[in-house]
């Protein structure tokens, strides 16, 4: 039997060096030194400077070790506000295991208890709605609505939340599984382990129970700015990195220039030339007439004569016909509301003849967006209004007092424009 024949893959490796949290070069400086496992007399004077420093921040979020510590400082501050805590509790779908699996790998709650002047964290980034995953806030009230929580977030924006989807995809792309909750935990604490991914404003950090290399590490490089750390202790393994790591860093730097000179010698034509070969192997297409074609043909129901992807929108639009409701057609896309009603505006826009009404808000909340929208269009201020004459959603969601999500008014506004 013959050998088998294999294919050189030319894998090229790339060191990512710009800092895009952190806006302040002592930090970045004392972050450099655990990276490198050499910390110096500065960065040890900055740490010890944040000792149990006052912040400008009345309520940093706590960063602990440990769950126990966590919890214990949760349930103590929610226990001090008055009144009885409001209980939101997930939905999810698909296997035991995948839901599982979605609640170890994010920081989604089966339940959240809330009580007006919790302090909160958000878990779950959507720049266009004004949080990301780490924004902090607190609770102000609830909506007489839709009984979600309006938060004030650290920086003084009020946010009135929706529910957000977890999902879980296979190898495929397919959806497996997913949870739906409100994007909040209680923020009063929260673990190491779980604040990985988020950037906050400040926080206070209790270092002195360290148990593993790099906590120290994930700890400080959540803030952006040393002002915003208040540390609370220390121990010899909390700047510490794994030696792995150490040994590994520079040579990954040296092949990372490496590759950065090879790139730059290959031309621009030999590159484009590269990027369509490889996207024609994978069955796309590279030239616009093709494309424009494609595009039509998908458009207008006919076969692909390609293996070009149908674009996500018009999957949506195939699911219409046997779609009850939004909430079903997210359902059986596998997708958050607010992105269904994304695709909507696209569909509609594409095909105006085509019939959504079954998608209609109904009673009080079409009735409060039309009447806003009414009276911002009457008053034609120009600064509400888009270059091409769209009524933005931002002066709509102000003068609903922040009561009302953006997805709420976005699949209003589907039926007022």
Known sequence: MAAPVWKSLDLQTCYLQDKFRQDDERLIGILDDIRVGNISARSQELLESRHEKELSIATPTKLYTHNVDVD???????????????????????????????????????????????????????????????TTGTVQSFSPIDKMPIVITTDGRKIKLDLEDWSLENDSGK??????????????????????????????????????????????????????LRLMGLNTMALRVDPLILHVDARIKIAS?????????????????????HISSLGGIVTKEKIDEEIRNIKEGKPSHSSYVTPTHIKTKNLI??????????????MSKSTIVQHLFKIKEEN??????????????????????????????????????????????????GDMSYDDIRACMLFLV
């Open 72 to 134: 214990r400082i949760n349930k103590e501050e929610l226990d001090k506000l008055a009144g009885e805590p409001k209980l939101f509790v997930c939905e999810h779908k698909g296997s035991e295991k995948n839901i599982e699996k979605i609640f170890k790998s994010s920081l989604v709650l089966e339940t959240l208890a809330l009580k007006k002047g919790a302090v909160v964290i958000f878990i779950k980034n959507n720049p266009e709605e004004g949080y990301v995953n780490g």
């Open 175 to 228: 959806v497996t599984a997913t949870v739906t909750q409100v994007p909040l935990r209680l923020a009063w604490a929260i673990t190491i382990h779980k604040s990985q991914g988020m950037t906050l404003d400040a926080a206070e950090i209790d270092l002195s129970k360290t148990f593993e290399t790099g906590q120290g590490y994930v700890a400080l490089s959540r803030i952006k700015n040393i002002e915003g």
């Open 257 to 277: 220039v490496k590759s950065s000179t090879s790139i730059e010698e290959v031309s621009k034509e030999r590159l484009n030339e590269i990027f369509e070969r």
């Open 321 to 334: 016909e046997k779609s009850d409701t939004l909430i079903k057609l997210a359902t059986n896309r596998g």
């Open 352 to 401: 105006p003849e085509l019939n959504i009404d079954k998608y209609k808000p109904k009673g009080e909340l079409f009735k409060l967006v039309d009447d806003a929208v009414l009276k911002l269009k009457t008053k034609n201020i120009k600064e509400n209004f888009s270059d091409d004459g769209k009524l933005r959603l931002k002066p709509v969601f102000e003068s609903l007092n």
